[in-house]
């Protein structure tokens, strides 16, 4: 199975933000086409940066470092998934309209491939594959945040939604790897209250700022940081050609 590795080549150390947006964007596609969950998405995505924080962009082929990131998340997050569906998403991801893979002598290359990545994998993680992620701080954060505001404010904007959607595309990059899950939680909420200029009710005359009491070890510096990070993904959102659908 042909994939656009070859694109990636070439060690420029300013490639590798998108080409890991690309691979990203890969695994995240692939993980709603074989019905994952979105923790073991997340995990996928962690294990995939943290493989690459370890190992040099050239040493391995991205794309199959995603797929083993893929089938070994499953295990992790005990959402199974089989090897052969993980590699017929990605066909059909790589070759639009394609029937899937014969079972023959190519198939099972391909198989063993990705199985002996999974094992390079764990290896270069030192088998240090579980992760806390961001997502029930959220959803607790959230849930805080709708009893602060009035009905209307939080009726009429998005912000749930926003928020959910900015987690969700800030594993194009690794911030899962640079800062704490309830910081990142904290950042994503405060940018989309921000986005649709949602205040928080007597937040000037509180003595902490409403984000304080949800991480009290976390400052403006480190919300702006996160907050510039998911700017630049966007911007190469805008910068990457889309896969032909």
Known sequence: METP?????????????????????FIM??????????????????????FFREISL???????VAMSSIYLAGKVEEQHLRI???INVSNSYFHPGSEPLELDSRFWELRDSVVQ???????????????????????????ALK???NRYSWQR????????????????????????????????LYLALQVYGVEVPAEEEAEKQWWQVFSEDLTK????SIVSDLIQIYAMDTEIPKPLA
């Open 84 to 86: 052969r569906d993980i």
């Open 221 to 224: 510096p480190i919300i702006d």
């Open 147 to 149: 009893h602060w505001l």
């Open 58 to 64: 050239d040493a391995y082929d991205p794309y199959l």
């Open 5 to 25: 590795h070859s694109d990636t080549s070439g060690g420029a150390a300013g490639l590798e933000p998108r080409v890991h947006f690309r691979v990203t964007r």
């Open 117 to 143: 990545c999974e094992l390079l994998v764990l290896r270069a993680l030192r088998f240090q594959v579980s992760f806390q992620h961001p997502h029930k701080y959220l959803l607790h954060y959230l849930m």
């Open 29 to 50: 596609e692939a993980g709603v086409k074989l019905a994952m969950r979105s923790i073991p998405i997340a995990t996928a995505c962690t294990i995939y940066h943290k």
């Open 157 to 188: 904007t998005p912000v749930t939604i926003v928020a959910w959607a900015l987690l969700r595309d800030s594993y194009h990059g690794g911030l899962c790897l640079r800062f704490q899950p309830q910081h990142l939680a904290v950042a994503v």
